[in-house]
């Protein structure tokens, strides 16, 4: 009897175990096809996976843990020499006393990030002037530190500091990290979410969040080349605060590709807040093809340039020039570039440029910078009562000429300007 009662159960936990089975194997067909095995490639690994729905706070953190291993701090060691005083106490009395030379070596901090892997090693994009000395020195040695600590020599590849970017080379590193996404900049939106991600002092993660605020901002934004600027076009606005040290990273959007290179903040002592600057992805790509093609230091800023000081006529201008009327008078003119060479002189007033009438400098400043170097901008001339058509062959603006010319006298108009 008891062998009776065994044989039912038997059958039961048989019919039970099968069922089981394929029931294990239909959900294994349906939710693993794509694990190794025969007839299937083993799964691929690739950067975090990025969160495609969810609130704004999730997908924010899920774009930083995915970007975040591909951004590096880059320190930069400069060698120069400064004068120093033998006396620190004579100019404490107006007193100028004997000087001397001396050497000096400093640091510099920025950061990057990976845009492409090599046979051996990988390229960093950066800014410029993250990896370019002062005026007088010169860089001794560039060292990128990636996020898991490792401290890698590396080199300036090619720049181009009218364009504000500089690929760094690292070699012998087979551990550098996947390259980041690069987004099309040209369809961001205003208030969408903007993430700027450095190392400034090789703090692990700097995060800051805002949105873009503004597109196409053209900014004169100072060097470390102690005295002169540089004219940025183009400029992404975002009011994510860029940190010092947080130049050369990515500005990215939620979706973890990055839309922009960090570059610099608005100055605050002029009043302004939460304006940062960055340079869109779309110039970062076209600009980083034309380095990887042509290695070295590229000065090219793609903005037109005369080679003269221009002010907006006054009247008491007027009087000084014995000119009645109105134009933009020629303050200086640069030796042996564009504008010397056409013929024209200090004193001269441009009254039209290219058949349009000029009455503020901001005007000629401006059809100067949207004539592109190579072609010829035509400007009418009044030249010690002699009117004149001059014709001008536009150069490329030199990165380092600057926009502000030396001090002038109080009674000189001081928003000249140099194109």
Same mark, same amino acid.
């Given at each position: ?9 038997? #059958? ?5 175990? $099968? ?8 959900? *294994?067909?349906?939710?693993? *096809? ?44 400069? %060698? ?9 106490? *004579? ?12 050497? +000096? ?16 090693? &990988? ?17 001794? /040695? ?14 300036? +590849?090619? /720049?181009?500091?009218? *364009? ?20 099309? /900049?040209?369809?961001?939106? =205003? ?6 991600? &450095? ?8 995060? /800051?969040?805002? $949105? ?8 004169? #934004? ?29 500005? #990215? ?7 922009? $290179? ?25 600009? !980083? =093809? ?12 793609? @903005?037109?340039?005369?080679?003269a000081a221009l002010e907006t006529v006054t009247p008491d201008l007027g009087v000084q020039l014995n000119y009645k009327g109105k134009g933009v008078a ?28 000029? @009455?503020?400098?901001?005007?000629? !400043?401006? =059809? ?7 072609? @010829?901008? %035509? ?41």
């Amino acid at each position: 009897m008891q062998n009776l009662r065994v044989l039912p159960t038997l #059958i039961v936990g048989l019919a039970g175990a $099968v069922i089981g089975s394929f029931s294990m194997m239909l959900y *294994a067909s349906t939710h693993f *096809a794509g694990v190794a095995g025969p007839g299937n490639t083993p799964p691929s690994v690739n950067a975090a996976p990025m969160l495609t729905a969810g609130d704004d706070q999730s997908r924010i953190v899920s774009a930083v843990k995915r970007v975040a291993p591909s951004v590096v701090a880059i320190n930069v060691t400069v %060698n120069g020499q400064q004068v120093v005083p033998l006396d620190p106490f *004579a100019q404490f009395f107006g007193q100028q006393g004997p000087e001397r030379v001396q050497r +000096f070596r400093a640091r510099a901090s920025g950061s990057g990030f990976v845009y492409s892997r090599t046979g051996d090693g &990988g390229m960093i994009v950066t800014n410029a002037h993250v990896v370019r000395p002062p005026s007088g020195s010169s860089v001794s /040695s560039i060292q990128v530190v990636f996020q898991n600590g490792d401290r890698v020599p590396g080199h300036v +590849f090619a /720049s181009n500091i009218g *364009a504000d970017l500089a690929l760094v080379k690292v070699d012998n590193y087979t551990k550098v990290p996947p390259p980041v996404e690069i987004a099309d /900049s040209s369809k961001l939106e =205003a208030g969408q979410w903007a993430i700027a991600i &450095g190392e400034p002092f090789e703090l692990k993660q700097s995060v /800051s969040l805002g $949105v873009v605020s503004g597109f196409n901002r053209d900014e004169t #934004i100072g060097n470390d080349t102690g005295g002169s600027e540089i004219d940025f076009k183009g400029l992404l606005q975002t009011s994510a605060p860029i940190n010092p040290g947080n130049s050369g990273g990515p500005l #990215i959007d939620v979706e973890g590709r990055v839309i922009g $290179v960090n570059q610099s903040t608005a100055n605050p002592q002029a009043g302004a807040q939460g304006i940062g600057f960055a340079i869109p992805a779309n110039t970062v790509r076209e600009q !980083v =093809a034309l380095l990887e093609k042509d290695p070295g230091v590229h000065q090219g800023t793609n @903005t037109g340039f005369i080679g003269a000081a221009l002010e907006t006529v006054t009247p008491d201008l007027g009087v000084q020039l014995n000119y009645k009327g109105k134009g933009v008078a020629v303050a200086q003119v640069v030796s042996g570039g564009p504008a010397d060479q056409a013929g024209m002189q200090p004193g001269d007033v441009i009254q039209k440029v290219n058949g349009q009438d000029v @009455t503020t400098n901001d005007e000629v !400043v401006k =059809a100067i910078k949207a004539t592109k170097p190579g072609e @010829t901008i %035509n400007m009418e001339v009044w030249s010690a009562g002699i009117k004149k058509l001059v014709t001008i062959k536009v150069q490329e603006r030199p990165a380092d000429v600057g926009v502000t010319l030396p001090q002038q006298p109080s009674d000189q108009d001081p928003n000249q300007q140099q194109p």
